[in-house]
């Protein structure tokens, strides 16, 4: 299994995160995504994925959008685009982002802008996105479009958009990943999209340490057994099935592991 979106980086894995990794491995857990959330992370995030690639680690470098309002005057300054690039060949991050809208998020304007410079330097480099939208699926659209998205595709990290937008983003060649959320008590809207989403689309995550599928416990890359079983019993087959095929998407989406 890949977990395509994990935030091995964060604070709340210092004082376990090799133990983290052990018990990841020990539940089947082959490789990890672990995205950027800021260019002032981005150094010690790259020094992970170096120090843990043998264990399958990868990385992504790009602005979470939830952190646009806290952003630096030097995060915030410059040609993004071009300091996207630099940053994304010099580490070999295998993907931009994470990027994106979040409706409960300030400084929209902002955000929009990020969003398409990150689309721009995704196309520059010939590398896909990953993709968070929380509530702003409207002005998301409009500006995948705009910037051709299509030309170098992504996922939507725990998507959020519903089954009836998933014949629109997957139009995008966008997939869609899946991550604790499927596993609540009376989930209904994931469980719906899960169904819809194409064979080829389909991805899992923990987006660790938030989301866990286990209630009062940290969330850790180990989980996505339950994240798989919950999207296998979505589209009606088994756990092996949906282990095995979102194995293979992550594979192809990325060109790694």
């Given at each position: 299994m890949i977990d395509t979106h994990c935030h091995l980086d964060l604070a709340a894995f210092d004082a376990d995160r090799d133990a983290m990794l052990d018990r990841a491995t020990a539940a089947g857990v082959t490789g990890f995504l672990v995205p950027g959330i800021r260019p002032n992370t981005w150094d010690a995030l790259v020094a992970l994925g170096v120090r843990e690639a043998a264990r399958g680690v990868r990385v992504a470098l790009g602005f979470h959008p939830q952190i646009v309002p806290e952003l630096d005057a030097g995060e915030r300054g410059g040609d993004r685009v071009a300091r996207l690039c630099a940053a994304i060949e010099a580490s070999g991050a295998v993907a931009v982002g994470e990027c994106g809208l979040d409706g409960g998020t300030?400084?929209?304007?902002?955000?929009?802008?990020?969003?398409?410079?990150?689309?721009?330097?995704?196309?520059?480099?010939?590398?896909?996105?990953?993709?968070?939208?929380?509530?702003?699926?409207?002005?998301?659209?409009?500006?995948?479009?705009?910037?051709?998205?299509?030309?170098?595709?992504?996922?939507?990290?725990?998507?959020?958009?519903?089954?009836?937008?998933?014949?629109?983003?997957?139009?995008?060649?966008?997939?869609?990943?899946?991550?604790?959320?499927?596993?609540?008590?009376?989930?209904?809207?994931?469980?719906?999209?899960?169904?819809?989403?194409?064979?080829?689309?389909?991805?899992?995550?923990?987006?660790?340490?938030?989301?866990?599928?286990?209630?009062?416990?940290?969330?850790?890359?180990?989980?996505?057994?339950?994240?798989?079983?919950?999207?296998?019993?979505?589209?009606?087959?088994?756990?092996?099935?949906?282990?095995?095929?979102?194995?293979?998407?992550?594979?192809?989406?990325?060109?790694?592991?």
């Open positions: 300030g400084e929209r304007e902002l955000q929009e802008a990020l969003f398409a410079d990150h689309i721009r330097a995704a196309r520059a480099l010939r590398r896909p996105l990953v993709i968070h939208v929380l509530r702003a699926h409207d002005a998301a659209l409009r500006i995948l479009r705009a910037e051709r998205v299509g030309e170098v595709g992504g996922v939507l990290h725990s998507y959020s958009g519903g089954a009836a937008l998933v014949p629109v983003y997957a139009a995008l060649d966008l997939a869609f990943s899946f991550a604790g959320p499927i596993a609540y008590p009376n989930a209904r809207r994931p469980i719906e999209a899960a169904h819809a989403v194409p064979d080829g689309a389909l991805l899992v995550e923990t987006d660790a340490p938030d989301q866990t599928p286990h209630h009062g416990q940290r969330n850790e890359p180990a989980f996505l057994p339950a994240i798989v079983a919950a999207v296998a019993a979505a589209r009606g087959t088994d756990a092996t099935a949906i282990a095995a095929l979102t194995t293979a998407n992550a594979r192809s989406r990325f060109a790694t592991w």
